[in-house]
Nanobody, 124 residues
């Protein structure tokens, strides 16, 4: 199985950028669809972005489309989430997850492996 560790969160002002990293160990991420999810205070966990196993398919939540970019570097066994034009509604704990199933999905329940999360706070 794969172990995931997120990093790169922090406190930033509205309009700023952050890049989150998700370092994997134990297995290569090339065997998984990789996703980012987030949970805001008092809210359910929500899908943010995913990159398919092949790297050919990418999906984003409507709320982040055009501002966030997911990428994967299989050689470094790392997934990234570049977040631009951050606003207070992006404040959440961000989680990286790995899905071994055949078809890439936005459903959190289909992801078998999760990191511990990294806090992103957007506030002036």
């Amino acid at each position: 199985q794969v172990q995931l560790v997120e990093s790169g969160g922090g406190l930033v002002q509205p309009g700023a950028s952050l890049r989150l990293s998700c370092a994997a160990s134990g297995r290569t991420i090339s065997t998984y669809h990789m996703g980012w999810f987030r949970r805001a205070p008092g809210s359910e966990r929500e899908f943010v972005a995913l990159k398919s196993r092949s790297g050919l398919s990418t999906y984003y939540a409507d709320s982040v489309k055009g501002r966030f970019t997911i990428s994967r570097d299989n050689a470094k066994n790392t997934v990234y989430l570049q977040m631009n034009s951050l606003n207070p509604e992006d404040t959440a704990v961000y989680y990286c997850a790995a899905d071994p199933s055949l078809k890439a999905t936005r459903q959190a329940d289909d992801y078998d492996y999760w990191g511990q999360g990294t806090q992103v706070t957007v506030s002036s």
